[in-house]
């Protein structure tokens, strides 16, 4: 409806009222806008710190799987040595290597802020450390392998060395079973005894005589076989002289002596001759054998000992 009054709102009122409206939007879009802004960084620094917060966590988690990898490496050398003198003994000679690998592992895991690639490098560490132990035991094994050997190869020498000294006995004993029997076997023998007394007259004429009385001497000779065994070279022969009472003749001019024998014992001999013999063949010997007392009526005997066995023995008799 129109009026013919004129209108209270004029031109210049009306443009006063847009501006201020325009300002208001203005302000409700720069206030809108402004919180937008605010909610939107503060959740992308939510998210930064969750990001932040997985990563520590994930660290975390690396970190222990590393020390636990570290500490169960520790305890399977430490229960290799207690079960191992000699792995220990070559654990020992390298503890260098060790301790600078743990001393790495250490500096690297203990940092305030272990990084990732630290506790990559503590792993490889760790690696290291188990592959180390496993040269340990590959290592002992061998050894283990060769003192086994050693040990079977003692066995082995220390039987026979046993059978050889078996066999040596055995061949020592008949060694001298040998001997002795060649020994023995080399012994001379003595024969075809001749025993007689002789008078010496005073012209120096000597003649044979049966009379005790008239004896100044026996004249005693024998034969020494021939022997292929016994070996050429001086004999050494000892003379037993016994009287008709059964009394080895003894004199100091004779050089008298005690003689040890294989069969009769201890035997007191009257003299002792040396005689070049010649292997193989007979050696014939002749010796006058004087006593300082009158010979007395009755049988004297004359026995040889060579080689501490009595090779043979002759008679005498005396009136």
Known sequence: MSTNYPSSVGPSDNKSYNNKNNAVIILVIILVASWAYFFYARNEANNVIAMKDADIATLDSTKNAVQK??????????????????????????????????SKFKGLVNKQNATASDLAT??????????????????????????????????????????LSTTLATTETAKKEAENKVDVGS?????????????????????????????????????????????????????????????????????????????????????????????????????????TEKYAKGSYSIMVYQNGFNIGQGTANLK
Do not use: C, H, W
């Not at 290592?139 to 003692?154: G, M, S, V």
């Open 69 to 102: 990898e570290y500490d169960d490496a520790m305890v399977r050398l430490e229960q290799m040595t207690a079960t191992n003198t000699s792995l220990d003994s070559l654990v020992k000679s390298r503890d260098e290597e060790i301790n600078q690998l743990k």
């Open 122 to 163: 503590a792993k490889k560490l760790v690696g290291d450390l188990n592959g180390k132990i496993d040269d340990y035991i590959k290592e002992i094994a061998r050894l283990q392998k060769e003192n086994k050997q050693l040990t079977t190869d003692k066995e082995n020498l220390t039987t026979e060395n046993k059978n």
């Open 187 to 291: 012994t001379l023998n003595a024969s075809a005894f001749n025993i007689v007394a002789i008078n010496e007259k005073s012209s120096g004429k000597e003649k044979s005589t049966s009379s005790s009385k008239r004896a100044d001497k026996l004249r005693i000779s024998f034969n020494l076989d021939a022997n292929r065994i016994s070996t050429s070279g001086t004999k050494q022969l000892y003379i037993v002289a016994k009287d008709p009472n059964g009394n080895t003749i003894k004199e100091q001019a004779l050089a008298s002596g005690s003689l040890s024998t294989r069969e009769d014992g201890q035997v007191q001999y009257t003299t002792k001759l040396d005689v070049d013999y010649k292997q193989g063949e007979t050696k014939y010997v002749s010796f006058d054998l004087r006593q």
